[in-house]
């Protein structure tokens, strides 16, 4: 049985860093993709970050480009999000997601497993 559980979230100021991580157990992630994936309140859930099964590529939504960093620990079998220059607009549920046969990381649906959500809160 798959499970991803994410930590890190936390309430914040704009400007402020902050480095959510995903724990997997039952699927190895260096031999899959991941992906975080986000939802603020009235919105879909939309693509932030991606990082294929090979470690070393990755894909960012335009949004977060240049701010946020996604990465993985082989040894800890975890992947981790940092953000930086936080903005309001970030807030949001921050979900981790992964998948055997990922085409596209950018949709959620191509995603076979997720985790419950770590909450993200930015103050202006």
């Known amino acids: 049985q798959v499970q991803l559980v994410e930590f890190g979230g936390q309430l914040v100021q704009a400007g402020d860093s902050l480095r959510l991580a995903c724990a997997a157990s039952?699927?190895?992630?260096?031999?899959?993709?991941a992906g975080w994936f986000r939802q603020a309140p009235g919105k879909e859930r939309e693509f932030v970050a991606a990082?294929?099964?090979?470690?070393?590529?990755?894909i960012y939504a335009d949004a977060v480009k240049g701010r946020f960093t996604i990465s993985r620990d082989v040894a800890t079998n975890t992947v981790f999000l940092k953000m930086s220059s936080l903005k309001p607009e970030d807030t949001a549920v921050y979900y981790c997601?992964?998948?055997?046969?990922?085409?596209?990381?950018?949709?959620?649906?191509?995603?076979?497993?997720w985790g419950h959500g770590t909450q993200v809160f930015v103050s202006s």
């Open positions: 997601a992964s998948g055997r046969h990922v085409d596209d990381y950018t949709i959620s649906y191509d995603y076979q497993y």
């Open positions: 039952g699927l190895i992630f260096s031999t899959v993709g």
């Open positions: 990082i294929r099964k090979n470690g070393s590529n990755t």
